[in-house]
């Protein structure tokens, strides 16, 4: 059974810095897939964070660059996304996925909240 479990999440101030880790379990070859972070706010669409491809190639959208930074340990299969200087508009529920070919899977997700 093929498990992402999201954690790291939680309440921080404007400015501040949490780091989330999302581990993979029962996934075979974990180093051959694509991994991805996105975020769902109240109301609005899902929306791709930051990928790490299996070569190590990162993106990331717009408004996080220069914030935030992706990264994978194969040898634990797990993903990580250190996020720094953190704004309100950041508030979300962070979800990862993994994906190779037409197969993908997706954690739980977990909350982040940005306030003062």
């Known amino acids: 059974q093929v498990q992402l479990v999201e954690s790291g999440g939680g309440l921080v101030q404007p400015g501040g810095s949490l780091r989330l880790s999302c581990v993979a379990s029962?996934?075979?070859?974990?180093?051959?897939?694509?991994t991805d972070w996105y975020r769902q706010a109240p109301g609005k669409q899902r929306e791709l964070v930051a990928g790490i491809g299996s070569g190590g190639s990162t993106n990331y959208v717009d408004s996080v660059k220069g914030r935030f930074a992706i990264s994978r340990d194969n040898a634990k299969n797990t993903v990580y996304l250190q996020m720094n200087n953190l704004k309100p508009e950041d508030t979300a529920v962070y979800y990862c996925?993994?994906?190779?070919?037409?197969?993908?899977?997706w954690g739980q997700g977990t909350q982040v909240t940005v306030s003062s």
């Open positions: 029962g996934i075979r070859f974990f180093s051959l897939y694509f």
């Open positions: 996925s993994a994906r190779r070919g037409s197969t993908e899977y």
